[in-house]
Nanobody, 124 residues
C-alpha cells in the first residue's frame, strides 16, 4: 500500500485546514487509517484514526472537538479536517494504514504502511 499525504500549509491560529491521504495498491476498506503528527524534538503521536467502514473513530484528547477524521472508500482517501488550529498543532502530519478490522491501534509501531508527511504550520 502506498500512501500520499497532501494539503498541509501555513494557517493562522483559529483557522482551518484539511489534509488528505490518497492510498493505492491495496483494498482500502480493509485498512484502519490513522493520522499521526510529529513536532520538532517530539515523538510521533497519534491524532486520529478511523475504521475501515468509517463507523469507529479515535481522537487524541488534544484534538477532540476540533479535528474530524473521515474517509471515502470509493476514492481511497482519508481526510483530516482541522478547525480552531493552535500553534501547538504545528507538526508534520503523517497518514498510516493498519491492516485489520477489530481494534483501532494508536501506537505508531502498530501501523503497517506510512506516507510521507505534510507540514502544517500554525502561526500565532
Amino acid at each position: 500500500v502506498q500512501l500520499q499525504a497532501s494539503g498541509g500549509g501555513l494557517v493562522q491560529a483559529g483557522g482551518s485546514l484539511r489534509v488528505s491521504c490518497a492510498a493505492s495498491g491495496g483494498i482500502f476498506s480493509s485498512y484502519i487509517m490513522g493520522w499521526f503528527r510529529q513536532a520538532p524534538g517530539k515523538e510521533r503521536e497519534s491524532v486520529a484514526a478511523i475504521s475501515g467502514g468509517g463507523g469507529r473513530l479515535y481522537y487524541a484528547d488534544s484534538v477532540k472537538g476540533r479535528f474530524t477524521i473521515s474517509r471515502d472508500n470509493a476514492k481511497n482517501t482519508v481526510y483530516l479536517q482541522m478547525n480552531s488550529l493552535k500553534p501547538e498543532d504545528t507538526a508534520v502530519y503523517y497518514c498510516a494504514a493498519h491492516w485489520g478490522i477489530v481494534t483501532i491501534p494508536t501506537q505508531p509501531s502498530e501501523y503497517d504502511y506510512w506516507g510521507r508527511g505534510t507540514l502544517v504550520t500554525v502561526s500565532s
